[in-house]
């Protein structure tokens, strides 16, 4: 089964401070995500990553930057928390692109900005 | 961009009954996954099935492309089955996105 860890698993950030999330898979998959959960709005796609030091954008990337330093690495960045940015936050990862290709989640970042 | 409308939004079962999820989406799908949510919060895939029908154990999924619809029906629920399922498309190049699901309880 693939292995996606992410850290923290909680962390309480001020507004206006820096975050970053971080996102570790060891199977060795060239796809990965950062998808933010909120209630009522499901899962949406902040960036993603096919390659190393290269990321795409999703669907809500404003007020997210993305890093992919390595195949296995794949880091969320905050730069300015704002009270909106309150969410969970999943990492995912999948092999060649994702069609036919099952995701595997992390456990989950709860991010809680004051 | 693709849109993914889930229903019912919430429901509730007595342990042994059948539950039908539906998915609904509106652009063409070259691919479509069921995931489970635990009240945890995470997230496992259960089965990928962008077209026809797939079994695996109590779940059966089927899919009608031409009409963007898919179906995940539980068959003899268990109270372990509670959670929150949902249904996540991908057209073709791009990545998956999801409905905000269905939220499932399962009394005994």
């Known amino acids: 089964e693939a292995a996606v860890t992410q850290s923290p698993r909680s962390k309480v950030a001020v507004t206006g401070g820096k975050v970053t999330l971080s996102c570790h898979q060891t199977n060795n998959h060239d796809y990965m995500y950062w998808y933010r959960q909120d209630t009522g709005h499901g899962l949406r796609l902040i960036h993603y990553?096919?390659?190393?030091?290269?990321?795409e954008k999703g669907d809500i990337p404003d007020g997210y930057k993305a890093s992919r330093p390595s195949q296995e690495n794949f880091s969320l960045i905050l730069e300015l928390a704002s009270l909106s940015q309150t969410a969970v936050y999943f990492c995912?990862?999948?092999?060649?692109?994702?069609?036919?290709?099952?995701?595997?989640f992390g456990h989950g970042t709860k991010l809680s900005v004051l | 961009g693709q849109q993914v409308q889930q229903s019912p939004a919430s429901l509730v079962l007595q342990e042994g009954e059948n539950a039908e999820l539906q998915c609904n989406f509106s652009s063409t799908a070259t691919q479509l996954q069921w995931f489970y949510q635990s009240p945890g919060g995470s997230l496992v895939s259960l089965l990928s099935n962008p077209s026809g029908t797939k079994h695996t154990g109590r779940l059966t999924s089927t899919t009608v492309t031409k009409e963007r619809r898919s179906s995940l029906h539980i068959s003899s629920s268990q109270t372990t089955d509670s959670g929150t399922y949902l249904c996540?498309?991908?057209?073709?190049?791009?990545?998956?996105?999801f409905g905000t699901g269905t939220k499932l309880q399962v009394v005994p």
């Open positions: 995912a990862s999948s092999g060649k692109g994702v069609s036919n290709e099952r995701l595997f």
């Open positions: 990553s096919y390659v190393a030091d290269s990321t």
């Open positions: 996540a498309i991908e057209n073709s190049g791009t990545y998956q996105r």
